[in-house]
């Protein structure tokens, strides 16, 4: 038998054919249906790609999968991106999948971008129709699936953070009809002036997942909101147009719930703030009544009282000329008469002298007596401002302290330690740091670990992501 050609040996060849498709196929985009899809215990995943020519084994390793926002299924149709491996053991080669997406992807994100065209030339995007979202309402409505992780988030940011009433209606937030359900519970929280705020939401999804946000019915019903409403679609790296459309966009529904709810200790703060302003005013308050009545009782009281004394020794004086005259104009009439009935002009003087006396005595009697009433109605005020004040402000003060005992239960039970008795660890590298990643320590590694009682030195001998 005559041979002619170059002589490889199996592993040499393999490692040839390996180095060829590595270095050929880096960064490429593979569609097919999902076949044998095999979740592994590690949190890896092994399925095949096929089509009717052809199949490939596909692999998408625990840190990728971990971000994708769905599950493959067999029969799924999908696009997957990623580089070839080969697996020189057993000479068969792979894709490995750094992110899967479902086929047809681009004409939906086609059809998404030209409804919001649609309706930002409509002006439903515009800025200044947005309305003002309420920093600290008494009710906050919640539009969203009854059994979702989002829910959950909004309840326990807002009970940590709020004394908020929350009225959930519940929603399908996926799926067909999900975005006629979303539009009706729209309806019906304006219809009933259920809240003062809305916040419509989900978790993370695939973009179909999330399509029902985008519908034009759900669009149509936040633009005609009487009540502000607060997108909340997802996480951060998500959208829908629902996000365009609301009053204000949050990047996840915990972080609506922060946006509608101020922070306790700020709250205690602002007490603690407004009971110091209380006291200070009060008792500048208390000082001017003090004063006043000090005043009012020597230079103000003198000068009143000399005043109307003054004021009735003028009256007094204007009468006596007054009275003389019309007595002796009348005199000099009646003179003829006066004789023959034996009386005197000097006794009829002073009958008028004496009824004028008696004026001036009421007048000073009155003015006395208002002086007396207006000085009783001054203790009666600086009574009040020195029994009552105080207890108001030692109301409020209690308030504020009972406030902050709440506070400080619920900060001590999110504490370090409360984390530690139940079970977990902190785990600090040779310099004290904190580890958050396996991949940032190295087999040979020292580590300190720290339990809820005492800690422990370890070494690293191999670490996984």
């Not at 692999?59 to 769905?70: E, H, N, P, Q, T």
């Not at 930002?120 to 906050?140: E, V, W």
């Not at 509608?260 to 500048?284: H, N």
Request: proline residues 4%; contains cysteine.
């Amino acid at each position: 038998m005559q041979q002619s050609g170059v002589r490889y040996t199996v592993g040499a060849l393999t490692n040839l054919i390996r180095d060829s498709l590595e270095t050929s196929f880096q960064g490429i985009t593979v569609e097919g249906e999902v076949s044998g899809f095999r979740p592994a215990s590690s949190g890896h995943w092994y399925f095949s790609l096929k089509d009717g020519d052809a199949l490939i084994g596909a692999v998408m390793w625990r840190s990728a999968a971990s971000r994708l926002g769905f599950r493959p299924e067999d029969g799924m149709k999908v696009e997957v991106f990623g580089s070839i491996n080969v697996y020189p053991p057993r000479g068969t080669y792979q894709i490995v999948c750094s992110s899967i997406r479902r086929a047809g992807i681009g004409d939906i994100l086609a059809a998404l971008e030209e409804r919001k065209r649609h309706y930002a030339a409509l002006g439903y995007f515009d800025p200044g129709r947005k309305k003002p979202i309420p920093a600290n309402p008494s009710r906050i409505c919640v539009i969203t699936s009854p059994t979702g992780a989002a829910l959950q988030d909004i309840l326990n940011v807002t009970k940590r953070r709020s004394n908020a009433d929350i009225v959930v209606l519940p929603s399908a937030v996926q799926g067909e009809g999900a975005d006629r359900t979303l539009a009706s519970r729209i309806r019906e929280a304006n219809r009933r002036r259920m809240a003062d705020v809305i916040i419509i939401g989900r978790g993370g999804g695939s973009i179909e997942d999330l399509l029902p946000f985008s519908s034009p019915l759900v669009i149509e019903e936040i633009y005609r909101s009487r009540i502000p409403v607060i997108s909340a679609v997802g996480h951060e790296v998500d959208w829908a147009l629902s996000d365009y459309v609301a009053d204000l966009r949050a990047p996840t529904p915990s972080a609506a719930a922060e946006l509608v709810s101020r922070d306790k200790a700020q709250l205690l703060e602002t007490i603690m703030s407004l009971k110091q302003r209380l006291q200070k005013d009060v008792r500048s308050r208390l000082q001017d009544a003090k004063m006043a009545l000090s005043k009012a009782g020597s230079d103000s009281l003198r000068y009143i009282v000399e005043n109307k004394i003054s004021r009735a020794r003028m009256d007094l004086e204007n009468f006596k000329n007054t009275s003389l005259n019309k007595v002796k104009e009348r005199l000099w009439k009646v003179s003829g008469a006066a004789r023959g009935f034996g009386i005197k002009a000097d006794g009829l003087v002073r009958e008028r002298l004496h009824e004028a006396s008696g004026r001036v005595k009421s007048i000073m009697d009155s003015s006395l007596s208002f002086l007396k009433d207006t000085l009783r109605r001054a203790a009666l005020k600086v009574e009040w401002f020195e029994t009552t004040c105080p207890h108001l402000v030692e109301l409020s003060m209690r308030d504020a302290r009972a406030r902050l005992k709440v506070s400080r239960i619920g900060i001590e039970a999110s504490g370090p330690r409360k984390i530690l008795d139940r079970g977990f660890s902190i785990v600090r590298g040779k310099a004290g740091n904190v580890v958050k990643a396996a991949s940032a320590l190295k087999p040979g590694e020292r580590l300190s670990v720290t339990f809820a009682k005492g800690c422990a030195d370890v070494v690293v001998t191999e670490t996984e992501e």
